[in-house]
């Protein structure tokens, strides 16, 4: 098992280089520099001003050169500064990843918290009212989108109630509009992922035979049906984390949340290309992560999965 | 079944504690009417309002974005100032107008007496000579240096690779800067040529005093609140990025000003920022034309509204250099044959069409309201395209017209099809790309598309900014190829004229032949509506603001607000 996750980590070094590489080329490839973005509007900064500026921050330069200068300052743990505001990549980073992270977790535990048991009632409870309740909830929280949910949040919570506030991140409660909205999304789906797994575990072999041995109930959903039905919940919950955590750019967006969702959108229209590996790299780093976790979950859910080859 | 039916009525106990909640609190919130009556300004006032988005950057000599000089001049002041009524140059921290040598190229700035920072130590002339010369700096790599080349040298400097130049070489064009010094007090500037809208360079934010003992510290956090330290009426006390910044009253002003503070917020979508100002949580607030229909149903809103003019002429180009713009027929054509009255009332709802006047927009220094050259007429119009070269030849159909893709650029664009479909029996193809990319195609003569739709918005409110900095042919912010020498020397005749009647009267015919030749089509001039709070007092709104009220902080303030 130890070696096995040394091995998945170590794997990490060439997968982030080849993330590295696509999105680096990717991002070079669309037309346009930094310093076009930034004159993007109804005015434009001179030509002569933009090909200045171009050519002192090295943008100009032949895209696999600049890529080897960019591994070259990575290797040394330099991530470039943003072209936009000059700012440190790491320090940007640094700074809007933590509310991100806070964030998304917030709201991932709400919807386990929710998700789980409500998925679980409504397949024990097949075809009952709560049921049809659960599976109501969990199609009105995927088609809904959230924006429209958040627009309608802040005009009964924050204007008409005035019970919360809905703008920034500066007491906890004003985590509670953004935490509970972003964690619609994936408690409906959760919910449905949780019935669903549960529903087929149940009919499974097994259950018959704990429950033919004469096993308490209790022990045959706890023990048996739940455990298993853990597994897919498992690889969802797994790659949804990290989704969560870096930020969601339409919630951030509308409690104007400080964070990192943002700077996704903002730095590939801003065509910031050192803020765009540094947000891609991290991304792709704690995908990783998350996937390795759930590989290893995997192992102490279900022991015939073997991960130590 | 017991946790079971225990969970769901726990659920139900939460919306049920939640109605009721907000059934308790509804009833005095809903009611937040404020009196609005006139009162006494608040000593200790403070406002709210919303700066929109993050700006990039703060920092006067790089900065060249409206966002971002709206944080900068709260913080600092420069030697001339604009007169918030006329827009014309006024002293800020200089004494009185310069005095200008005999051959009009030197220009002399007195400082006003007992300057300071907000820290308490004393603004001298050398402070100013910082900020200038970091704006020419090709290390600094400002965006708006360009403004200042007509300091002799700041060209020649400026344009040097700071990179491949040898110190010795950058420090030897540096040396010949046309700037300088005399005791604490004075400051003169030497000018490549005549240049009677120099006073007007003079007020803007290149020029501010940024100090060096304040850039060496800071490096490149120097425009962080502990090293930010301006003369102006404000200073920043906080900066939270991407969610707010606080700015306080700096008592070292020379004048204090009422409010207190100002807190600007960062909120980047309309319909939350427009939440926050019912819920009394901004005290001004941009409208947008989706919020129009609110605002306009509602009394209380509708008393609020203030419509201000802009400083940007937006317009069709056309690439004059290609078939079948070469030809000024059919340009004018074109141009003659879209109903821009019809536009802001059916599709753009704010704004101001552009049926009178030319290039410069209301409200600004030059602005023509006789110039009716391109005024929509079909008949005349297609009279036009009947007798152009390119009547009835293919190079006609299917022109495309690219634009910077977003809705509101697609309907804007379609509209215009539609026009010229009907008026003019022309169709237009629209081409979409993104917007990053559209700026790269319209920055080179090369990739200039056939037409487009771009806009101009001053630097600085003279005529000198908008004809010959956009249409002289050497401009390279010319994106429409328009090359004209009677054009050309007309608006160089009136850059040095130091006559204000008869430069204007120069600056005027000029601009006139620019709508006669048709070299873009104006389309309409920018405009903002915005809320502002009764109690929000003592704006002049101009139509240079990057801020509300920006010329003349300190008569800010509010009144009680209960």
Request: hydrophobic share 40%.
């Amino acid at each position: 098992m130890l070696k096995y996750t040394i091995r998945r980590l170590l794997l990490l070094i060439p997968t982030m280089f080849f993330v590295a590489v696509i999105v680096f080329f990717l991002a070079h490839a669309a037309p346009g520099s930094p310093f076009d973005a930034k004159s993007v509007g109804d005015k434009q900064l001179p030509t002569a001003t933009i090909e200045r500026l171009e050519n002192l921050y090295g943008v100009n330069k032949p895209v696999p050169e600049q890529f080897m200068l960019y591994l070259g300052n990575v290797a040394r743990f330099d991530f470039g500064n943003s072209f936009r505001s000059g700012r440190a990549v790491s320090e940007i980073i640094g700074e809007e990843f933590p509310v991100s992270a806070q964030l998304g977790v917030q709201a991932l535990l709400l919807a386990l918290a929710l998700s789980l048991p409500l998925g679980m009632v409504s397949a024990l409870r097949q075809n009952t009212a709560v049921d049809y309740g659960s599976l109501f909830f969990a199609t009105v929280g995927t088609t809904i989108p959230s924006f429209v949910i958040a627009i309608f949040a802040i005009y009964f919570f924050g204007v008409t109630f005035h019970l919360l506030p809905f703008v920034g991140w500066s007491t906890p409660l004003h985590w509670v509009l953004p935490t509970v909205i972003l964690s619609l999304g994936p408690m409906a789906f959760l919910t449905r992922i949780t019935r669903a797994s549960m529903l087929e575990a149940i009919r499974q072999d097994y259950v018959r035979t704990a429950r033919a041995k004469g096993l308490r109930e209790q022990v045959v959903i706890v023990a048996h049906v739940m455990k298993n039905a853990l597994i897919p919940i498992a690889t969802i919950v797994g790659p949804a984390t990290a989704g969560l955590i870096t930020g969601s750019i339409i919630i951030e967006g509308i409690f104007s949340v400080p964070g990192m969702g943002r700077e996704f959108l903002r730095s590939i229209l801003g065509r910031d290309y050192p803020l765009i590996m540094g947000v891609f790299l991290l991304y792709a780093f704690l995908i990783s992560i998350a996937n390795l976790s759930v590989d290893l979950v995997y192992g102490l859910l279900d022991p015939r999965i073997k991960v130590s080859k | 079944m017991r946790r079971r039916s225990g969970l769901w009525s726990l659920l139900a106990l939460f919306v049920i504690a939640g109605l009721i909640a907000a059934a308790c609190t509804g009833a005095p919130g809903t009611t937040t009417q404020p009196s609005g009556a006139a009162g006494d300004i608040d000593p200790n006032g403070e406002v709210t309002t919303n700066a929109g988005s993050e700006p990039d950057t703060i920092d006067p000599q790089k900065e060249s974005f409206v966002n971002e000089v709206a944080q900068t001049m709260m913080v600092f002041e420069a030697l001339m100032a604009f007169d918030p009524k006329t827009l014309k140059p006024v002293p800020g921290a200089a004494k009185e107008a310069p005095k200008l040598s005999s051959d009009g190229l030197t220009y002399t700035y007195t400082l006003r007496d007992g300057l300071k920072y907000s820290d308490g130590s004393p603004v001298t002339a050398k402070d100013f000579q910082f900020g200038f010369t970091r704006t020419c700096d090709p290390a600094v790599a400002g965006e708006y240096a360009f403004t200042a080349y007509i300091i002799v040298g700041c060209e020649a400097w400026n344009t040097m690779d700071p990179k491949k130049a040898t110190k010795a070489e950058l420090d030897a064009a540096k040396a010949k800067l046309g700037m300088k010094v005399n005791g604490d007090k004075e400051i003169s500037f030497t000018l490549t040529e005549k240049a009677p809208y120099f006073n007007s360079i003079a007020a803007l934010w290149v020029g501010v005093p940024s100090r060096e003992s304040d850039v060496t510290k800071g490096g490149d956090k120097w425009t962080e609140p502990a090293t930010f330290i301006g003369n102006g009426p404000f200073k920043l006390t906080e900066w939270k990025h991407n969610e707010k910044m606080v700015y306080e009253r700096n008592d070292n002003y020379r004048t204090k000003t009422q409010l207190k503070k100002w807190t600007k917020v960062m909120i980047n979508e309309s319909a939350v920022a427009f939440a926050a100002y019912r819920n009394n949580e901004l005290d001004a607030v941009g409208i947008g034309a989706e919020q129009l229909r609110t605002v306009e149903g509602d009394a209380d809103l509708k008393a609020q509204t203030i419509d201000v003019g802009g400083s940007c002429t937006i317009y069709v180009g056309f690439n004059n250099a290609k078939a079948p713009f070469d030809d000024q027929k059919v340009r004018m054509a074109f141009a003659k044959s879209f109903d821009r009255l019809a536009y802001i009332n059916d599709v753009a709802k704010i704004g101001k069409a552009a049926t009178e006047g030319g290039f410069i927009p209301p409200g600004m220094p030059g602005y023509d309201k006789d110039d009716t050259a391109q005024k929509f007429d079909p008949a005349a119009a297609k009279q036009l395209l009947a007798q152009s070269k390119y009547a009835n030849t293919d190079t006609l159909k299917n022109l495309k017209f690219t634009y910077a893709a977003s809705a509101a650029n697609k309907t804007r664009i379609e509209w215009l099809q539609q026009q010229w479909q009907t008026n003019l029996g022309v169709t237009v193809a629209p081409d979409p790309v993104d917007a990053t990319t559209y700026t790269s195609l319209v920055k080179k003569p090369e990739t200039t598309p056939l037409m487009f739709r771009l806009g101009w918005c001053a630097d600085y409110p003279d005529q000198q900014d908008w004809l010959t900095t956009v249409f002289h042919s050497s401009s390279t912010v010319t994106h429409v190829g328009y090359k004209s020498a009677t054009f050309d020397a007309a608006v160089r005749k009136a850059d040095a004229d130091p006559n204000p009647e008869s430069r204007d009267k120069t600056y005027q015919d000029a601009s006139r032949q620019l709508s006669n030749d048709a070299a873009a089509a104006w389309w309409y001039y920018s405009a903002t509506k915005y809320l502002r709070k009764p109690w929000f007092k003592g704006i002049t709104d101009t139509v240079m603001d990057f801020e509300y009220g920006i010329f003349n902080l300190t008569a800010i303030g509010v009144t009680k607000k209960k």
